[in-house]
């Protein structure tokens, strides 16, 4: 069972940037981000898939990119332009083998992190 560990989360004002990390203990397929912020479902943000392809929410196209080390195991997502709207706590997640489900889907993924709170003022 893989596990994922994120890290980076942390309070920014509107238009600044952060650098979220996701350690993965073994190997996945494909990677994702997703976050919940409070009273709200829970919302893909942007996934890679093993081959370096990669898919962005409408919301987060050109602010938001997804990386991975594959030496490292590692998953970023590189935050900026941010706004107070981009608050929420994000979650790391991965697929153990392709899918068919769409690619910011929950159900696309076997294994979610715990989460690491990212907070934006005005």
């Known amino acids: 069972h893989v596990q994922l560990v994120e890290s980076g989360g942390g309070s920014v004002q509107a238009g600044g940037s952060l650098r979220l990390s996701c350690a993965a203990s073994?190997?996945?397929?494909?990677m994702g981000w997703f976050r919940q912020a409070p009273g709200k479902g829970r919302e893909g943000v942007a996934m890679?898939?093993?081959?370096?392809?990669?898919y962005y929410a409408d919301s987060v196209k050109g602010r938001f990119t997804i990386s991975q080390d594959s030496a490292k195991n590692t998953l970023y997502l590189r935050m900026s332009s941010l706004t107070p709207e981009d608050t929420a706590m994000y979650y790391c997640?991965?697929?153990?083998?392709?899918?068919?489900?769409?690619?910011?889907?929950?159900?696309?993924?076997?294994?979610w992190g715990q989460g690491t709170q990212v907070t934006v003022s005005s």
């Open positions: 997640a991965a697929g153990y083998a392709a899918s068919a489900w769409g690619p910011l889907t929950t159900d696309r993924y076997n294994v």
């Open positions: 073994g190997y996945t397929y494909s």
């Open positions: 890679i898939y093993g081959g370096g392809g990669s």
